[in-house]
């Protein structure tokens, strides 16, 4: 099974508005990551968690906050969000070194902030 | 941080048409991806080559990384292969960054 799961697929929120936005994948990868993109642009890194361990922020504003309960699940939690915050949110996972590092991505949460 | 650079920005090609397309990278990377990312957002992982060449179907690819480049070749093009084209260089540790390229805007036209 080489798939990453997001919920959901599309969400629409206040800017006063507290929401989360959760991966899955049981591929056994340790590496999972968050990543933002607008229209016509790549994918920006936000965090990467390696063995449940946050590794990389990439000075991520606050409003945004991962949280990584176990190996399998990652979630993004959002609160008072900017509209500018409005994206595609894409989670990835990436096996361990010298293992599998072929990466796979989740087919992403459109977040519109209103 | 790692710089990438691909090329063509922009294709337009008749269906069954051959194309390449090409990524530069600034630094030594050993872990290296391309992606498909379709009209609805879905990346697809086409290919993990940090150097050498690889085959699936109708899509190859080859690092040279030595040189600090990728390619990807798309022979007898499809609808189907429409999309944008990423390189993700980076380095081969577990949590490592892969950064994007601008990508390559495909689009195939029947």
């Known amino acids: 099974d080489t798939e990453v799961t997001q919920t959901p697929k599309h969400l629409v929120m206040g800017m006063t508005n ?11 990868h340790r590496a999972m990551y968050w990543y933002k993109q607008k ?7 936000m965090f990467v968690y390696s063995y449940e361990k946050l590794s990389i922020n990439e000075s991520v504003p606050s409003r945004f906050s991962p949280e990584c309960p176990n ?3 990652l979630n993004l ?19 361990p ?14 977040l519109t902030v209103v | 941080g790692i710089q ?10 008749q269906e069954g ?13 050993n872990n290296l991806q391309w992606f498909h990312q379709n009209p609805w957002g879905q990346l697809i992982n086409l290919f993990y080559i940090p150097s050498g060449t690889k ?45 994007f390229g601008e990508g390559t805007q495909l689009t195939v036209n029947p």
Do not use: W
Request: with cysteine.
């Open chain 2, 55 to 99: 085959q699936n179907g109708r899509l190859s690819a080859t690092t040279v990384a030595t040189e600090r480049y990728s390619l990807l070749y798309i022979s007898s093009s499809q609808t189907t292969d429409s999309g944008v084209y990423f390189c993700a260089p980076g380095p081969e540790t577990s949590g490592s960054r892969l950064t």
């Open chain 1, 18 to 28: 507290k929401k989360s936005l959760k991966c899955e994948q049981h591929m056994g």
């Open chain 1, 71 to 73: 190996s399998s699940l």
């Open chain 2, 4 to 13: 990438v650079e691909q090329s063509p920005p922009d294709l337009i090609l």
């Open chain 2, 17 to 29: 048409a051959n194309s390449t397309l090409r990524c530069n990278f600034s630094d030594s990377v």
């Open chain 1, 97 to 110: 070194q010298g293992v599998l590092v072929k990466a796979f991505f989740g087919q992403g949460t459109r």
């Open chain 1, 39 to 45: 229209a016509k642009k790549p994918p920006e890194l």
């Open chain 1, 77 to 95: 939690h959002l609160h008072a969000l900017q509209p500018e915050d409005s994206a595609l949110y894409l989670c990835a996972s990436k096996g």
